[in-house]
């Protein structure tokens, strides 16, 4: 459609001709026009968003991811504090091998078990002031060969005399460690391996350690002699 300026039409032509146009969807009306409106659909879509996340919408429901994993680091925080206690671990024999030799005389002779208690029933059994075997883990059964000079190499049984004498024994192929001389009681007796330590805090009057550090610890004892 032509609107023709003429005259003092002219004005009224021109708002005919603006009018018509945005009717028909030929131009955009100007700024200002329902801008109330606009600025409250502007509005309300913040609010939906904000109420969204509020009510657990893309924001929340991450919010809510991360309070799960928070849950599960709690659990793996617990899990790694029982890990962290070597004597929480379950009986097994890390070595997988197993004297079946019975009383035969050897030094490898039944691992775990009372040395000084079963030498004392024997007239043949040399007499042993210190015994007792060495593990990787806290319970592992009776007859088990414990930690291996083989394998754990440098582990070491440091013996303090009351007369502050030093005793130094290192585990044998079955993680049996053995001494026969003189020793001053009360005496002190650490395990090292590996720059760590592991001691006993109260001077002891028996050197038959395999008595009270049996599979599930008898006398005081949380189990076995383990490796620190």
Known sequence: MTIWPVGNGRGRARVVAWSLAIAFGLVAP????????????????????????????????????AIGDAGGVGEDASSADAAADPFAAQPVCTSGLTWSKGDHGSSLMNPGLGCIACHSKSSEAPTLTLGGTVYPTAHEPDLCDGATSAIYTGATIVVTGADQKTISLTPNAAGNFLYQ????????????????????GVAQTSGDCNSCHTQDGANGAPGRILLP
């Open 181 to 200: 001389g003189p020793l001053a009681l009360p005496f002190h007796i650490k395990l090292t391996y590996m720059g760590r330590e592991r001691m006993m």
């Open 30 to 65: 100007p700024l200002g026009c329902s801008s109330s409106s606009s600025s409250a659909g502007e509005a309300s879509g913040a609010g939906g968003s904000a109420g969204g996340m509020a009510a657990g919408g893309s924001d929340a429901s991450s919010s809510i991811s």
